[in-house]
């Protein structure tokens, strides 16, 4: 007779995406992709973005400098938490290590700080900067998710549908007398 499917032995071997996704190939171009996005926009803010913002009218400078705040700070928060998990990847700290560290990092969500169309007046660099920065933030706070708060597996006590029909056919027929 075949053995039931064991889930508690299946789920000690459960391979976990997100710390797979974490440590391989794609967290590396993800890192670099991200410290490369800090120094763009840290060599814009600090060179052609100066006399871009001082050739917009009042309205659009103050946009210019809230969206430019929002854009320094996102970009802080996600080159911080792509570091702690870098840290980890090179065993510099344990993953526990990092989410007592993470608590310190706040990652969360950083809109774009004004309407759209105020956002379109905006010199086009510092708007690709700002798009690509929120592309790179749900990327890493989709990864976030995935690594510190798991959605949990399905009870290891509950029978599968499958599981659950076949052991009645076997109750069912084991009760029948031979035909013979």
């Not at 391979?15 to 171009?29: G, H, I, M, P």
């Not at 004004?114 to 798009?131: T, V």
Request: hydrophobic letters at 40%; charged letters at 25%; one cysteine or more.
């Amino acid at each position: 007779m075949p053995m039931p499917f064991d889930r508690s032995s299946e789920a000690s071997k459960t391979v976990s995406f997100a710390q797979r996704l974490a440590t391989s190939e794609a967290f590396k171009t993800l890192f670099r992709e991200g410290m490369n996005l800090v120094e763009e926009s840290a060599a814009y803010l600090d060179g052609p973005g100066r006399g871009d913002a001082q050739r917009l009218a009042k309205p659009v400078a103050l946009a210019y400098a809230s969206e430019s705040m929002r854009l320094t700070t996102r970009l802080m928060q996600l080159a911080s938490w792509l570091l702690l998990q870098r840290a980890v990847n090179e065993g510099e700290m344990t993953q526990m290590q990092a989410a007592t560290e993470k608590h310190k990092v706040r990652l969360t969500r950083q809109d774009l700080a004004m309407s759209g169309e105020l956002f379109e007046q905006l010199p086009s660099r510092l708007q690709e900067l700002s798009l690509q920065s929120l592309r790179l933030q749900s990327r890493i706070m989709c990864l976030d998710e995935m690594i510190y708060n798991p959605t949990p597996l399905p009870a290891a006590a509950r029978p599968m549908a499958l599981e659950s029909q076949i052991e009645r056919l076997r109750s069912a027929f084991a009760q029948r007398p031979a035909l013979i």
